[in-house]
């Protein structure tokens, strides 16, 4: 069950619309590294995972990352509300706004659609929290190029808490794959899986 609270988990108020940047910053709602494919990927793996503690983590990480979806949704809206068509243009928004207009619509920074491929659940915990741990790396890198490209400190402030909460799941999810180790044979650990294989010691 979930409980929804009717506020962000860091606050978005942007002042100056910038079409050009939201093209940009849309990337981490539906690109390949962004928020959706993240809670997606966790969401999904916590079914299959063998211990509690990690099906936790998951659920929580898979649960924040819903509000990170939120969050970059927020900053999209505002930097393309009340835009002239002549702003559409000129930023070269207008191929999205065909499209879409200004609604929400998960795509990649380049134009590729959201697409289930971007994330994986493959049954296996230690294949998963090492794709998770990578995942976690390129959000984070992400967020850096974004910053490099980003002025306005309206953007920069929200974009900087993402980032920061990104680098804390990767250390989470690097607790939890010593974790998963410790469960295992350490001296056959690749050699099974615990999701599948009952031969546990």
Not at 116 to 133: R, V
Not at 165 to 177: C, K, P, T
Request: hydrophobic share 40%; charged share 25%.
């Amino acid at each position: 069950m979930w409980t929804y609270e009717r506020r962000l988990q860091f606050p978005v108020k942007i002042t100056t619309p910038d079409p050009k940047m939201a093209s940009l910053i849309i990337s981490q709602f539906g690109g390949p590294d962004g928020e959706l494919a993240a809670s997606m990927r966790y969401l999904s793996q916590r079914y299959s995972m063998p211990y509690k503690e990690v099906t936790g983590l998951l659920t929580d990480i898979g649960t924040e990352e819903l509000a990170h979806m939120e969050i970059i949704s927020a900053i999209v809206y505002q930097l393309t509300k009340n835009l002239t068509l002549d702003q559409l243009k000129t930023a070269g928004f207008d191929a999205y706004y065909i499209d879409h207009t200004t609604g929400l619509w998960p795509q990649a920074a380049g134009g590729v659609p959201f697409n289930s491929c971007f994330f994986q659940s493959k049954g296996d915990a230690l294949t998963d929290l090492t794709e998770d741990l990578a995942a976690e790396q390129k959000a984070r890198t992400t967020y850096d190029n974004i910053l490099r490209l980003v002025a306005d400190p309206d953007i920069v402030a929200p974009i900087r808490f993402l980032r920061e909460r990104e680098v804390i799941h990767f250390q989470r999810f690097g607790e939890a794959l010593v974790r998963v180790q410790e469960h295992l044979d350490a001296k056959n650990f690749y050699a099974m899986n615990p999701e599948l294989d009952k031969m546990m010691s």
